[in-house]
Each structure stands twice: as C-alpha cells, then as structure tokens.
C-alpha cells in the first residue's frame, strides 16, 4: 500500500480545524432548535429577509461541504492511524477496531447525554466497512466510492421526486384535493415534529436525557442506514486521496490548482442555482429536505475537494502564521472541540441552561456561531501547549490502547 508518511501531517490538522469550526455554523440551527430549522430558514416561525441571508449564507459555503471534509479526513486518519501501529509492529487493524469500538460508545453517550445531531456513532460504524475496504487498488477504491455515492443519492432524488413535484402543484393552486390535502397533513406533521422537539429542549438535563432513551432508543442505527450511502464513500475518499499523497502535496501544483479552483467552481454554481430556485420559492418544505439530502450532495462533494484542494496549497505558507497556528491547534483537538461545542451550545440552548431554544432565527444564530469558533481557536492551541494531546484525544487513546499514555509534554 502506497501511503505518505506517517507522521503527522499538517495540512491534515489544519483542514480538520476549518472543518471542525465549520461544521458550527450549520449544526448552529441544529442547537437552536428544531431539527426542521437546518433545512428551512422559516421553520418554527417565519424568518425575516435577514433570515434568509443567513441561511443563504450557511447554504452555500458551509452546507455539507464541512461534513464532507470532516468524514474525508476521517478517512485519511483511519489509514494512518493503521499505518503508524503496523510500523510500530503493532496489528493495527485490530487497534483500529478498537479504537472504533470507543468512538461508537461516546457517540452513544454524546446522543443521550448531550445532543441529538451526533456523527459520531455514524462514523464508527462506517469506519468498519472502510477498515475493511482500506486496502482495495486505488482505482478500485475511487470507483466504489463514487459509484456508491452517486447511486444513493440519486436513489433518493428519485424516490423524493413525486412528493416534491406534488408540493409544486399544491403551492401553484393545480393540485388535486387529494394532494393538498396530503401536503396539510405533512405541514401540519412537520410543525406538531417541531414542537415536541422544542418542549423536549426546555426540560431539565435528566428529563431530555430519558426522553431519548425511551423514544429515540434506536435513532443513531438509524442514522447509519439513513446516511450509510454517504458517509461511508466519503471515508473511501479519504483514504483514497490519502494513499495517493494529496494531503502531502506530492500532487503537482498545476492539478492541485486545477482542483482547487475547478472543483469549487464546479459545485458553487448548482448549489447557488439550487438556492436561487428555493428563494425565489419561498423555500419550500420538502423541496428543501431534497435538496438538502440528495440534490446538492455532489455539488457538495465538489465543493469539499476544491476546499481540501485549496487547503493543502495554502498548508506551509498558513501553518506558519498565527492564524493558521491556531486553527492547525483546533484541528488536532477536533474531537474534544466537538463535543465542547454541543456541552456549550446545550447550555445556552436548552432547559438545563439559558433555554433559548426555539427564539434564536438564523441570523442571530451567527452571533453564536462567531462566539464558538472564538473559543475552539483561543484553548486549542494554549492547551496543546501544555498537553500532548486534547482532553477526549488522551482518553480515547488510552482507551484504544489499554494504558494510560502520557499527558502534559
């Protein structure tokens, strides 16, 4: 297996820092409340033209192209890590499974304690079948991905096209009774859904945690069959595009360029068409559940490589500065940054702490989002200053590793 070399590389740190603090500004609506509230800039309440500014904003830069860039690398991180162990004469796939083993037990915990948007459960159950695939031909790795991908997604487009077209007729008065009457009955179900979530988020810590265990018991496997189809071909990328060398920059810099500008390019302009045609309609529901789940998935896709693309190019000159220091620190501390985000953004949000929940609209929520990537890049790198690693970093490998490993430097 071809593979760059094995000790840390930085533009992996400083891509996984853009991505985690990224990632703030679309789960922002997530916080807030409710769920419905990430698709839609109207949902639970009409939102003003600043609103939707906002949205417009979160939808065309950070929109699944952050959650891409944070699986890819996850990806990467699952090939090196394996790589590192069996260089150290170590079985590092049976490592590697354990290591998953733990994630997928703070990601049950991060669901039922904290908050219910968790990827991390998701990524530990993909990561067995990349583990698994790792050492496919590089062709064949691409291949598998991509064909995956592309087929899940426009799986689902179809099968969201009758209901999205008939939402189409509904709002244009050519609808049969029968249609309309559906599309009410789905309004009326998404607005009672958001409620409930609302009222879940105002009740105290042990209250929302009991909630999830009896009525959600079983929602983060269902996260996995529901976004298996993405999250896993992402992962394959990642380790792609790790084996081959672009995280290293061994690409030459005319195709890196090329990438760069021509993959960001190339799925800016559907997701800008796609945004267009929503505000110009007024956003509506289930179109917009289509588009988030299925229509700008590739676009995305595109998006994610040009940024990773850019990134890369960017890594010496950046990681050199302050700015690029910091944001480098947030990246190797992504896991504890994740989880610190949702502590903190639960204590504002929800019933435990300063109950917003449901009384932030998406332009207010930017304030929010400003305050937490200020605190992911202000602790990051002080902190790793003084320790070798992030606080959940140090106990997930000691964890992995059966032994307490060494903290401070």
Known sequence: MTAQRAERVESLDLIRGVAVLGILAINIAGFAGPG????????????????????????????????????ILFGASLVLFVQRAEEAGRF????????????????????????????????????VFALLMRELRLRRLVVAALALFAAWHLAGAALDAPSVISEQQVLAGTATPAQTEEYEAYR??????AARQLAVAREGFVDHALYKVSHQTLYPLESVLILFGETLPLMLLGIALCRSG???????????????????????????????????????????????VTWTAIPHLLMAIGYAAVLVLVSPALTASAP???????????????IATSLVMTTIFYGWGLGLAGSIGPAEQWAFVIL????MLAWSAPWLHHFRRGPLEWAWRSLTENRLLAFRH
């Open 188 to 193: 009326e179900a998404v607005a009672s859904n």
């Open 246 to 292: 672009f995280f290293s920059a061994t690409w030459p810099r005319k195709r890196m360029l090329g990438i760069a500008v021509g993959g960001t390019l190339a799925g800016l302009v559907p997701t800008a068409a796609i945004l267009g045609w929503a505000w110009v309609h007024d956003f509506p529901i289930r179109a917009m559940e289509s588009a988030f």
């Open 36 to 71: 419905a509230g990430v698709t839609n800039p109207h949902v639970p309440t009409p939102g003003s033209f600043s609103d939707e500014l906002a949205f417009g904003l979160g939808f065309l830069v950070f929109e699944g192209k952050m959650r891409a860039l944070f699986t």
């Open 92 to 127: 590092g796939a049976l490592l590697q499974m354990r290591r998953l083993a733990w994630l997928a037990l703070f990601g049950l915990l991060h669901f039922y304690l904290i908050w219910w948007g968790d990827i991390l459960f998701l990524y530990a159950a993909c990561g």
């Open 324 to 338: 690029g220091r910091w944001l480098a620190a947030a990246g190797r501390m992504a896991f504890s940054n994740y």
């Open 372 to 375: 937490g990537w200020a605190l």
